[in-house]
Structure formats: C-alpha cells, structure tokens
C-alpha cells in the first residue's frame, strides 16, 4: 500500500478517492450501526420484557468477539489485502442482518436468535475497525495520523448526531424487526462505497504460521511497554464506558420512561458530544500531551457518569450524555493514534488485534455484572460505581510510569 506523499496538503485529502470512499463508507456504516445499537435493544428489551439482564446480556455478547476473536483477526489482517478483508467483512456483515431479518419474517426469531447475531456482527465490526486501522496507518504519513483518525471519528459522529433521532423516528413510525432490513441496507450501501476505493496493499509480512504470527505481535506488544500499560489502564475505562452505555438504555426506559423517539434524540445529544471531541482531539493532543490528555478525559469521563447518577429527569441526563460523548472519544482518538504511531507496520494488524482483546478483557464481565446490580440496587448505583472506578483510575494514571513517557509526546 502506498503511503501519501509528505507534500500533501490537508485540504487535498479531500479531494482523494480513496479517503473519499473510506470516509463514505464510514458514515453509511455508522448510520446503520447507530439503527442497530437501538434496535437491537429494543428487541430485546420487547422480546424479554423489560428485563435488565436481558439488555446486559445483549451488551456483553457484543464485546465477546473482541476478547475471543480480535488477535486472530488481526493475523489475518496482516497476512491479506487489507482493502479485500474490508471488503468481504463489510459483506458479511450485510448476510448476518439480512439472515436476521428473514428469521423475523419466518417467525422463528428468539433472544438466543438476536444474541448469535449481535456475536457476528461485533466481530465484523471489529474486523472492518482493524483492517480500517491498518489502512490508515500504511496510507498516510505518521505525523498525519491524528488527523485522519479524528477526522474519520469526525464524519462518522456528525451522521450519529443525526443517527440516534432518526432511527428513533424511524422505529416509532415501523415495526422493530423492519429496521433490522435497514441497516442491512446500510451494510449493501457501504460495500458499493468501499469499492470505489483502490488502495495498494504493501507485501504482507506475516508468512508464517498463526501461532509463530500471533507470537510476534505479542512480542512487540510487550516490547512496546507504554502500549502495554495503557492497555492495561484501557480494560478498567472500558469496563466502566460499557457498564454505562448498557445501563443507559434500561435507565432511560424503566425509569425515564421515554418514548423511541425521545431515547433517539438522547443518543444524539451522545453523539454530539462525541463529534465536539473528536473535533478538539488534535488540538488537545498538540497542547496538552498524551499524559494530560489522558488524565483529563478519565477525570471528565468519571463526573458525567456522576452526573447520569444524580440524575432524574432530561436536563442533568442530557448534559451527562454530552460529557461522556466528548470525553470517551477524546481519549479513544488518542489511544488509537498512540498505537499506530508506536507500531511498525507489518505488525500493525496483529498489535491491534491484540490489544482490541486486551482492551475489552473486563467489559463482558462488568456489563452482565451491570444488569444484575441495576436489578438489584438500580440503575444510579451502576452509574455511581462507574464514577468511583473512573476516578480510582485518574489518581492511579497520575502516578503511574505513563506520566513520563506520554508527557513528552506532543507532537
């Protein structure tokens, strides 16, 4: 894959076919992701009545293929045209909805049914996210990757502001089993978009067998020590992000009690915050470093979760989803950047296989954790502890041997 020549100037990327179709793409897609992560839901919130275990489980079988498949998938990634892995993955990804939907129209569509799904499409998800990842870093030049990175989160959370309601609208005006067809539409418009582009694959280096491959990603990993200690730090801020967005939806509903569309116009507020963040990103980053980037966004990150856990009504709920949006993406965009500026790039498929797994280790054990303490104590308790844990991670990040390294990277 060729790499951008060191004279491109930022307004010409975006005159550039293939960012153009990777960025379309990206917004087509997240347009459907924003239908599923609300249908979904609400499937299984009808399905089994509102139970708050039910939309636990749903959650943590979505962070299942990044523990389980994510190093895998990230051999193949370095082992194959990148741009033919995104294409075929986007594809499956349009099977899976569409198989889903036919089980809905046969009659035969169950939790256990919707479960499988979800586990498929995460880990298409996931596989499109890599290859994505690759791409970027083997296309443009290092000092670009910032930029792209919060440019592409850019486009994909200025469709999501819009994303949440309308899908909202749209679920209250259909059936919810109709909006499963959409988003596979979405998936079947997404490939036509990637085909426009034409990126150059460069030789893949990993030739070997899967485990001698797997191995060499895990020997950079563990070479590359601040990676490694961010990873570390990331599976706690994961952990307490996904017991949040999983609890969010069971809070809104049951206590709430918003409608569709009113939950749509919520997420949107979500989304909103997520574009303000990924807009001041490249900025912060320039100003601040790595290590007040980081610091600060776990701080922000821990008071809206605060906030959601005083709340009772939409105004302070409102404001919470903002701070979470723009704080969250914040730190993902950093943490993103870090990693392909740290990795070579014959091994960037595998590292970032690698720590996807790493970075998702507690999520599914936090997330049906979650659904069983909002059962129990409710939905401001789960919020509370998310709070707490944040904070805890803060004050720890502050000492950790982090501080020096990421302090000093800028640039």
Same mark, same amino acid.
């Given at each position: 894959?060729?790499?951008?020549?060191?004279?491109?100037?930022?307004?010409?990327?975006?005159?550039?076919?293939?960012?153009?179709?990777?960025?379309?793409?990206?917004? &087509?897609?997240?347009?459907?992701?924003?239908?599923?992560?609300?249908?979904?839901?609400?499937? &299984?919130?009808?399905?089994?009545?509102?139970?708050? &275990?039910?939309?636990?489980?749903?959650?943590?079988?979505?962070? @299942?293929?990044?523990?389980?498949?994510?190093?895998?998938?990230? &051999?193949?990634?370095?082992? /194959?045209?990148?741009?033919?892995?995104?294409?075929?993955?986007?594809?499956?990804?349009?099977?899976?909805?569409?198989?889903?939907?036919?089980?809905?129209?046969?009659?035969?569509?169950?939790?256990?049914?919707?479960?499988?799904?979800?586990?498929?499409?995460?880990?298409?998800?996931?596989?499109?996210?890599?290859?994505?990842?690759?791409?970027?870093?083997?296309?443009?030049?290092?000092?670009?990757?910032?930029?792209?990175?919060?440019?592409?989160?850019?486009?994909?959370?200025?469709?999501?502001?819009?994303?949440?309601?309308?899908?909202?609208?749209?679920?209250?005006?259909?059936?919810?089993?109709?909006?499963?067809?959409?988003?596979?539409?979405?998936?079947?418009?997404?490939?036509?978009?990637?085909?426009?582009?034409?990126?150059?694959?460069?030789?893949?280096?990993?030739?070997?067998?899967?485990?001698?491959?797997?191995?060499?990603?895990?020997?950079?990993?563990?070479?590359?020590?601040?990676?490694?200690?961010?990873?570390?730090?990331?599976?706690?801020?994961?952990?307490?992000?996904?017991?949040?967005?999983?609890?969010?939806?069971?809070?809104?509903?049951?206590?709430?009690? /918003?409608?569709?569309?009113? @939950?749509?116009?919520?997420?949107?507020?979500?989304?909103?915050?997520?574009?303000?963040?990924?807009?001041?990103?490249?900025?912060?980053?320039?100003?601040?470093? @790595?290590?007040?980037?980081?610091?600060?966004?776990?701080?922000?990150?821990?008071?809206?979760?605060?906030?959601?856990?005083?709340?009772?009504?939409?105004?302070?709920?409102?404001?919470?989803? @903002?701070?979470?949006?723009?704080?969250?993406?914040?730190?993902?965009?950093?943490?993103?950047?870090?990693?392909?500026?740290?990795?070579?790039?014959?091994?960037?498929?595998? /590292?970032?296989?690698?720590?996807?797994?790493?970075?998702?280790?507690?999520?599914?054990?936090?997330?049906?954790?979650?659904?069983?303490?909002?059962?129990?104590?409710?939905?401001?308790?789960?919020?509370?502890?998310?709070?707490?844990?944040?904070?805890?991670?803060?004050?720890?990040?502050?000492?950790?041997?982090?501080?020096? /390294?990421?302090?000093?990277?800028?640039?």
């Amino acid at each position: 894959m060729s790499r951008a020549p060191d004279r491109l100037r930022w307004g010409s990327l975006w005159t550039n076919q293939d960012f153009l179709g990777m960025a379309g793409a990206s917004l &087509v897609l997240g347009l459907g992701y924003q239908l599923y992560a609300l249908d979904f839901p609400l499937l &299984v919130n009808a399905l089994s009545h509102r139970s708050a &275990v039910a939309i636990g489980a749903l959650q943590g079988v979505e962070f @299942l293929p990044n523990l389980l498949l994510a190093a895998l998938i990230g &051999v193949v990634v370095d082992r /194959v045209s990148k741009r033919r892995f995104i294409l075929a993955a986007t594809a499956l990804r349009a099977l899976v909805l569409l198989c889903t939907f036919a089980l809905f129209q046969e009659g035969d569509a169950s939790i256990a049914a919707i479960l499988a799904a979800a586990f498929l499409l995460s880990a298409v998800f996931y596989a499109f996210h890599n290859a994505r990842t690759a791409i970027v870093k083997l296309a443009f030049p290092h000092e670009w990757l910032t930029e792209v990175n919060a440019s592409l989160t850019f486009l994909q959370q200025v469709v999501a502001i819009a994303g949440p309601a309308a899908a909202g609208l749209a679920l209250g005006l259909m059936p919810l089993r109709d909006g499963v067809l959409v988003v596979g539409a979405t998936a079947v418009l997404g490939l036509l978009l990637l085909r426009m582009t034409h990126f150059r694959d460069a030789p893949a280096t990993a030739r070997g067998s899967f485990a001698a491959d797997l191995r060499d990603g895990w020997a950079e990993l563990r070479r590359n020590r601040p990676l490694w200690s961010l990873s570390m730090i990331v599976i706690f801020t994961n952990s307490t992000e996904g017991m949040f967005a999983a609890m969010f939806l069971y809070f809104a509903k049951d206590r709430l009690h /918003v409608g569709n569309a009113e @939950l749509g116009l919520l997420l949107t507020v979500a989304s909103i915050g997520a574009a303000l963040g990924s807009a001041i990103a490249p900025r912060l980053r320039k100003a601040l470093g @790595l290590w007040r980037l980081f610091a600060y966004a776990m701080g922000a990150a821990a008071l809206s979760y605060l906030l959601m856990a005083m709340a009772h009504g939409m105004p302070l709920t409102a404001a919470s989803l @903002l701070l979470e949006g723009a704080s969250t993406t914040v730190s993902a965009i950093g943490v993103w950047t870090f990693r392909q500026e740290s990795t070579p790039p014959g091994l960037i498929g595998r /590292v970032s296989g690698l720590t996807g797994s790493i970075f998702k280790l507690g999520m599914p054990f936090a997330i049906f954790a979650s659904g069983f303490a909002a059962a129990a104590v409710g939905a401001h308790a789960v919020f509370l502890a998310c709070a707490l844990g944040d904070v805890l991670l803060t004050l720890y990040f502050l000492r950790s041997p982090l501080r020096a /390294v990421a302090s000093g990277a800028r640039s």
